[in-house]
């Protein structure tokens, strides 16, 4: 091999932890996770969102010296295809970096980082699941829409918003005509 340094494919047990490591990003990405919870992708909502992080480690294993802005794209494209949703609320770029920069732990052999990344993600999930509690599990619930939208890390979309797009009465600029929904940054 001469030229370009070309990595070998990830072995089988990085590969499995690059695939955790996806799934924890995806699982904590809210643009995801409202258009699953929604019902975005039909019936199999869930069954897809599973589906993208084999795909999404399929697409690392295939493709040599992969750039944040490919990840994006291919996500969004997947987003696009399988949920109709076109995501601009900023989060994209966020969450194609996340994953490239895994995957360059996983390369570098640094597992012990990529599982820290895993473990700050489950916290997080942790953390926003407590936040989405149904009213009357627990006194923060009337806070519940408040601290979805004003917990200070990432973007942040509510699910409420998010219904009233999705609804044909509620005539709002940010839908599009051709059915598709668009998640966009509160002003």
Not at 64 to 93: A, H, K, R, W
């Amino acid at each position: 091999m001469s030229g370009g340094l070309k990595m070998a494919p990830l072995a089988s047990s990085t590969r499995e932890l690059f695939c955790e490591a996806v799934r924890a990003v995806l699982e904590t990405w809210p643009v995801l996770q409202i258009a699953v919870d929604n019902g975005f992708g039909g019936a199999h909502s869930q069954q897809k969102a599973d589906w993208m992080v084999d795909v999404l480690q399929q697409y690392f294993n295939d493709n040599v010296d992969l750039q944040p802005c490919e990840v994006e794209d291919f996500i969004s494209d997947l987003m696009n295809n399988e949920f109709d949703t076109m995501v601009d609320d900023g989060s994209l770029p966020q969450v194609a970096q996340k994953v490239c920069l895994i995957f360059q732990l996983c390369e570098r052999g640094k597992l012990t980082d990529v599982r820290e990344h895993i473990s700050q993600l489950s916290q997080k999930k942790i953390a926003g699941r407590a936040k989405a509690a149904p009213a009357g599990d627990d006194e923060e619930a009337s806070d519940d829409e408040e601290a979805m939208e004003c917990d200070g890390e990432g973007p942040s979309v509510s699910s409420t918003a998010l219904k009233e797009q999705s609804h044909p009465q509620a005539v709002n600029n940010d839908e599009e005509d051709d059915g598709w929904t668009v998640v966009s940054r509160k002003k």
